[in-house]
């Protein structure tokens, strides 16, 4: 052995040595102190697998909760924890485990339900929070009042809720109110911020949108009929999404004047650009621009009027349209700018 390696062992090796020993005897009475003489001591269950931990309060409020590891076992963020007969998810948790994992639990109060891509019901709880910086309860238009209630939903990432997507519909109220059950639909995706290593949590704006009549009440399932009906048909009757898209016609090449309503035509073209002639309604959303557009659907779902109230502070705005077919599962956009006169 060279004098260098023999330096390394003696100086290097060994302080790394009564480090982990250190370690290894702080782990050892954390959990003899953990299991004998802490209260807060419980057994839970973690994505289906009984573990031990422990659960104290926190100064965020009574539905966010500490929960500490015992050593060398971690938590990963987007686990679903079952603990006093409810559901709770790991919104956050301390990368540094080398002794225990300390995270933080949020107290699940929905339990949201869609339709999947086959077809299938997906069940997942969730957490639903006010979003009261742009809540207002409802919203004047020249027509109509509609409800512009916003909502904030945080729920785990897996492979079923990376699908969701900029648009799609749910039902979120309490069950037993069936005659008045309200519709929301996303309109702020936010990813990112919740996940670690590519786990965690997924957080989306929610806002009020209007009931369908191919909504299920009674499962609390948006859009049930529509979906169903289409994966339930041969793929010869139901066109997919790559032949087809959707053609918005009218408003001067995307110029929205506050002196005169626009009136949009909405058709389902193939390639050729000829129109399919059984086409269903349309669902539409104002993204950047709900403040200053208002807009009225015709009857027939397949026309809409867009309105810009004579205010000049918002010449200059940018306002996209976004357009939606459940039963061709497509969707599309289009940018409009508003100026003075027409």
């Known amino acids: ?21 250190m370690i290894e005897r702080v782990q050892q009475r954390q959990t003899e102190l953990l299991r004998n003489k802490n209260l807060s001591y419980v057994t839970v269950t973690i994505n289906g697998e009984e573990r031990e931990a422990v659960i104290t309060r926190s100064d965020n409020g009574d539905d966010i909760k500490n929960l500490l590891s015992l050593p060398n076992e ?19 948790h301390d990368v540094q485990d080398e002794l225990y994992t300390r995270a933080k639990i949020q ?5 949201l339900k869609w339709i999947n891509n086959n077809g299938d019901i997906i069940e997942r709880h969730c957490i639903i929070t006010n979003n009261d910086r742009n809540s207002s309860g409802e919203r004047e238009t020249k027509e109509i009042t509609v ?26 109220d309490d069950v037993d109110a069936q005659q008045n059950i309200l519709a929301y639909q996303i309109t702020k995706p936010d990813r990112l911020p919740g996940l670690y290593n590519g786990k965690g949590v997924y957080t989306f704006g929610l806002k009020e949108c209007n009931r369908s ?130």
């Not at 990963?76 to 007969?85: A, F, K, N, T």
């Not at 191919?214 to 289409?230: G, H, P, R, W």
Request: glycine letters at 4%.
């Open 107 to 111: 107290q699940c109060n929905y339990t």
């Open 147 to 172: 409800g512009d209630n916003r909502l904030n939903l945080i729920i785990a990432k897996d492979s079923e809720t990376k699908e969701l997507y900029r648009g799609q519909r749910f039902l979120v």
């Open 213 to 342: 009549t191919n909504d299920n009440t009674e499962l609390m399932v948006a859009d049930y009929y529509t979906l169903i009906n289409s994966s339930n048909k041969d793929d010869t009757d139901v066109p997919t999404s790559q032949p087809y898209a959707i053609r918005i016609e009218g408003c001067n090449d995307g110029v929205l004047y506050i002196d005169e309503d626009c009136e949009l035509s909405f058709s389902i073209v193939d390639k050729q650009g000829d129109v399919i002639q059984n086409s269903n309604g349309y669902e539409y959303s104002l993204e950047n621009g709900e403040d200053y557009v208002s807009i009225k659907p015709s009857a027939d779902n397949h026309t809409l009027t867009l309105y810009v109230p004579l205010k000049y502070s918002f010449i200059g705005k940018r306002v996209t349209l976004r357009v939606m077919s459940s039963l061709y599962n497509l969707s599309t956009e289009k940018e409009f700018v508003i100026k003075g006169w027409s």
């Open 1 to 21: 052995m060279s004098l260098w390696n023999e330096y390394m062992n003696e100086h290097v090796s060994l302080p790394q040595t009564k480090r982990q020993q």
């Open 74 to 92: 971690k938590f990963e963020r987007g686990s679903l924890v079952e603990w006093q007969d409810n559901y709770w998810l790991i919104i956050s």
